[in-house]
């Protein structure tokens, strides 16, 4: 797909996540990349507002140049500002979001064409509280699995830009060496969650699950809390043909 194109379907990703009813994101909350396929790829600039992108609110980055510098020793954050100016395709375009190490990871690692990231309210009252990502790591209905995954990357409270990036490496390699592909969802305790697709769709559909099922979890504490599938239910609903063949078609 030509860059303008992707830039464009960026955009309108980045405008559904970011709709107020969704309560995914506010103001400047969280951020969107797509694989341009070349060697670089699109990131929300900072500052900039998922609610409201725009062209301008998105900038085109070299992939290997932002993963090369996470084995830089000793860059502080002044140093990472600066350092993500020097990754720019345009010079012209803004500064990329401290995230951008953080997209470039789930763009390779983690096998993503595209992603999303948001502070959606539902997942961020889970991650923040004691229980932290521990509850979405069963399963209490089907749609979660055809939709989220059978299994979720987990990644600690860590300060944002560098060291998070450090963080989520390692989460994603140990994800993929476990299960031979990248996740579908990477959770971040206290700090929200990650879609990772292979088209815009998939990544949308991603985080209104994840929200769904942040709610029921949420919900299920009025009733004496949630009634988890066992392992051998979940592993069978994610092995089933016809769910298989759902799945295929959400991604679509």
């Keep these: 797909m030509k860059p303008d194109l992707v830039r464009n379907e960026l955009i309108e990703l980045s405008r559904e996540l970011g709709r107020e009813e969704r309560r995914l994101a506010m103001l400047g909350e969280g951020n969107t990349s797509a694989d341009i396929g070349d060697g670089t790829f699109w990131v929300k600039a ?17 992939t290997d140049q932002v993963l090369s510098l996470m084995d830089q020793p000793g860059l502080d954050n002044t140093a990472v500002n600066k350092a993500l100016q020097g990754v720019l395709v345009d010079p012209s375009h803004k500064q990329p979001s401290v995230e951008t190490f953080l997209h470039a990871l789930c763009l390779t690692i983690g096998e993503a064409k595209w992603v999303g990231h948001t502070h959606t309210d539902s997942v961020l009252q889970i991650l923040c509280s004691r229980a932290g990502a521990e509850p979405f790591l069963r399963h209490v209905y089907p749609d979660e699995i055809v939709v989220c995954g059978r299994h979720l990357a987990v990644v600690p409270y860590v300060d944002p830009g560098l060291p998070l990036a450090i963080a989520v490496r390692d989460a994603l390699t140990k994800f993929r060496d476990a299960h031979g592909h ?3 969802v990477m959770l971040m305790v206290n700090h929200g969650p990650v879609a990772l697709g292979q088209t815009s769709g998939e990544v949308l559909n991603i985080m209104l699950m994840l929200d769904k099922w942040a709610r029921i979890l949420i919900g299920t504490q009025a009733f004496g809390g949630p009634n988890f599938l066992s392992d051998e239910d979940a592993d069978h609903l994610d092995n089933r043909p016809d769910e298989h063949y759902r799945r295929k078609q959400l991604v679509e």
């Design 46 to 62: 900072s500052g900039s507002r998922l609610a409201t992108m725009s062209e301008q609110g998105l900038s085109r980055v070299h």
């Design 182 to 184: 990248g996740p579908k």
